[in-house]
């Protein structure tokens, strides 16, 4: 009559079991979380066993084809050339595991997808809210494209006028945009873009500091053509060879030099003359 199942839980606990569950740690959900918010003492295991038991029930469901929430489609906003526009985001993240009795195990990629409606400073109107669809787990990039594609047909993705796919580039993700939002503009986000520039810069730098120190300061020109080529070649030693000065120091007992124009010996460490 109370609808209790092999955990002891009625349905309505075990709802709020499993909820507490994703939230943060099954440790924390036994012992502060669900106590603080309602009162219910349950151990860890419990909550671990009830929160899993309703991941695989949901893993059915989709795979079967069920989607979620009301199907309806969603008021997408406008731009500014007053188009209905809906997005469509995907990224991966490195999951941590432990290995039986705490050993070392290696990780996974998890896929986050998104369909959702973005606030356009175009658009008077205020999204509806919870304008969202997410997918989360450990996907296979084919299968989780089939059911983001159901849940984006679910709110009217196909009746906006312009679709927009954002990802961060990484592998795979475009071509799986491609191959199921074929239609979507598809577009690096700006955080990711910005990240990288900054690392290129970096890396500029430093170039720019080693060219400097261990070959312009060494060295007299003859003529412009000299210095192209001179520099053409500090560039090629840059790029092929000071890669591997580390191996061949280990072999010299941890020193090494390297040999600047004129013939010139340092061991690497001393003071480079305008450095």
């Not at 469901?61 to 209905?84: H, M, N, V």
């Not at 500029?204 to 053509?225: A, I, M, N």
């Not at 061949?248 to 003071?271: I, M, P």
Request: one cysteine or more; a negative charge.
């Amino acid at each position: 009559m109370l609808g209790l199942d092999n955990r002891t839980l009625s349905p309505a606990a075990a709802q709020v079991v499993s909820i507490a569950g994703v939230q943060t740690s099954f440790a924390q959900a036994s012992e502060v979380t669900l106590q603080k918010l309602c009162g219910l003492k349950v151990s860890e295991s419990t909550v671990e066993r009830v929160t899993e038991d309703a991941g695989e029930r949901l893993k059915e469901l989709l795979e079967e084809g069920e989607t979620f929430g009301e199907d309806e489609p969603l008021e997408w906003q406008r731009d500014a050339k007053g188009r209905t526009c809906a997005y469509v985001s995907l990224d991966a993240t490195g999951i941590r595991r432990q290995g039986p009795n705490g050993a070392q195990a290696e990780g996974r990629m998890a896929y986050v997808g998104m369909i959702y409606n973005a606030h356009s400073k175009y658009d008077e109107r205020v999204p509806t809210p919870h304008s969202v669809r997410y997918l989360a787990g450990f996907y296979e990039l084919s299968e989780l494209g089939r059911q983001l594609r159901r849940q984006a047909a679910q709110v009217g993705w196909d009746g906006a006028e312009q679709q927009i796919a954002l990802s961060d580039g990484g592998g795979g993700l475009e071509e799986f945009l491609r191959v199921h939002f074929p239609r979507a503009e598809r577009i690096l986000d700006f955080w990711h873009a910005s990240e990288h520039l900054v690392e290129q810069l970096g890396l500029l730098g430093r170039f720019r500091q080693t060219l400097k120190t261990e070959e312009v300061y060494w060295r007299l020109y003859d003529s412009p053509q000299h210095a192209r080529e001179c520099l053409a070649k500090s560039r090629e030693r840059y790029n092929e060879v000071r890669p591997h000065w580390t191996l061949d120091a280990s072999a010299r007992g941890g020193r090494r030099s390297v040999r600047s124009g004129g013939g010139v010996r340092r061991a690497e460490g001393e003071k480079v003359p305008g450095a």
